[in-house]
């Protein structure tokens, strides 16, 4: 069975950084490319970051461009987001997927002062 288990998410002021972790089980995590999707109260999804299976390639939203790094350990079968500058606008909940559509239940990330 496939999970995904987001953490590390929380309060904190404008400016300030969180790091997001999403551990991986029931499937061979080193062979699927991995994203971040964030959803905020009221609104859909927003595609946030993807990385592909070798953590050699990263692709941005524009939003979050510069201020986000996505990173990947296959070896701990682990996802990473690394979030930087953060503003009110990132307050979301932030959940990590497969390429297959699988996601977890995700972490609330809230931004304010």
């Known amino acids: 069975e496939v999970q995904l288990v987001e953490s590390g998410g929380g309060l904190v002021q404008p400016g300030g950084s969180l790091r997001l972790s999403c551990a991986a089980s029931?499937?061979?995590?080193?062979?699927?490319?991995m994203k971040w999707v964030r959803q905020a109260p009221g609104k859909g999804p927003e595609w946030v970051s993807t990385i592909n299976r070798y953590g050699s390639s990263r692709y941005y939203a524009d939003s979050v461009k510069g201020r986000f790094t996505i990173s990947r350990d296959n070896a701990r079968n682990t996802l990473y987001l690394q979030m930087n500058s953060l503003k009110p606008d990132d307050t979301a909940l932030y959940y990590c997927a497969t390429q297959d559509g699988a996601r977890g239940q995700g972490t609330q990330v809230t931004v304010s002062s």
């Open positions: 029931g499937f061979t995590f080193r062979s699927y490319d």
